[in-house]
């Protein structure tokens, strides 16, 4: 009697009828895409982890990390079957660690891949998005150093710099587009730029001292609106952008102070909102760190005041700045037309800054050497 009621147990257990052979799957690491502006034809390209390569033991030639494929066609939902054509593996991109999409794509707009990434449940948006302002076939065709893995490579990259800014968030995905479509403050894209004009794809470019040149960089920011690159901001625009909608918690200043250079780490930023009729008035505290100070004279509680004066200056000036960037662009940078009082109207806010700093940490000595 047991043993009918074990089988019919057994009958019951439908197994993993969805597994799938390690050996059948390409595992893609990074996607990039461009578009043709004339004929609006995409090329995409997969770049496919060589286990062999990313081993710390290498059998043979094999010494390549990433394998990069590269398809074209007239539409989204053809590019996979098109990979099958010069692919013998399905593509898996539950691994997938960033997208990279060249200038003229994502001016042309975003809207229409998203909305193809999200209908499919195996492709995924909460990867990290760059936009690149050099050819693709340069970025995707690289070896990088450190990280054999170019696409994990770029990931601790940008990992870095939101530890950096001591960010409250993920730095950039790809959903960001997508929630910032009915949003009006923009959404800021890192820029990746490629130091050489021609792709370092010899592996023995990782063997190379010279880690920079040829390299990645990750700077500047793409402004989008509605899934669509509308234009671009610098690295220190882009560092306003996070501290004044409150996302980054630190940062570096340069100032003068009696004519000399300081530079500063600002810990703790907090960022308060005071709204009035047609008006915000933006509260920063931060505390300030001491890196390098070119005052050849001793760090007296006087001069400690000084320093504290000229950030708290020189945070206002570049937050106001900020503000006018904004509305020459009409970027709703700070979000105002979000908000319930600035739906609609956040060019008519004026919006003022108020900066409250306090130097807590200096170094060895305040006194410098003569």
């Not at 023995?204 to 990750?218: K, L, M, S, W, Y």
Request: some cysteine; aromatic content about 8%.
């Amino acid at each position: 009697m047991k043993w009918i009621q074990v089988v019919v147990l057994l009958l019951m257990c439908t197994g993993c009828w969805d597994m799938r052979e390690i050996n059948h799957l390409a595992l893609v690491e990074m996607t990039a895409a461009d578009m043709d502006p004339k004929t609006k034809r995409i090329t995409a390209y997969y770049q496919v982890l060589n286990p062999t390569g990313t081993s710390s033991r290498q059998a043979g030639p094999a010494k390549a990390s990433v394998y990069t494929y590269v398809v074209s066609e007239q539409n989204l939902g053809l590019l996979t079957e098109k990979s099958g054509t010069t692919m013998s593996r399905m593509l898996f991109t539950a691994h997938l660690q960033c997208y990279v999409f060249s200038e003229r794509f994502a001016r042309d707009g975003l809207l229409e891949l998203v909305n193809y990434l999200e209908l499919n449940t195996e492709r995924r948006t909460n990867v990290y998005a760059v936009v690149t302002d050099a050819p693709i076939q340069n970025v995707m065709e690289s070896f990088t150093p450190l990280d054999r893995v170019p696409g994990r490579n770029l990931r601790l990259l940008m990992d870095w710099q939101a530890k950096t800014f001591g960010m409250t968030r993920k730095l950039t995905q790809l959903e960001d587009i997508v929630k910032g479509v009915p949003l009006s403050r923009p959404t800021i894209i890192p820029i990746l730029h490629y130091n050489r004009s021609s792709p370092a794809s010899q592996t023995d470019r990782v063997d190379h001292i010279n880690a920079t040149e040829p390299g990645f960089e990750i700077s500047e920011g793409a402004v989008f609106i509605r899934a669509k690159m509308v234009g671009k901001i610098d690295q220190h625009t882009k560092k306003m952008y996070y501290v004044l909608n409150g996302d980054a918690r630190r940062c570096l200043e340069n100032i003068k102070v009696n004519g000399a250079k300081v530079d500063l780490e600002t810990r703790n930023i907090q960022v308060k909102r005071k709204w009035g009729p047609k008006r915000l008035h933006i509260t920063i505290r931060v505390n300030l760190r001491v890196l390098y100070n070119q005052q050849m004279s001793p760090l007296t509680l006087q001069n400690t005041h000084e320093i504290e004066q000229a950030f708290n200056k020189t945070l206002v000036e570049q937050s106001n700045q900020f503000v006018r960037l904004a509305k020459d662009n009409n970027w709703d940078l700070l979000g105002i037309g979000d908000t319930k009082q600035g739906r609609g109207k956040w060019r008519d806010f004026d919006v003022s800054f108020e900066v409250s700093s306090k130097a807590v940490m200096f170094g060895n000595t305040r006194t410098p050497y003569q």
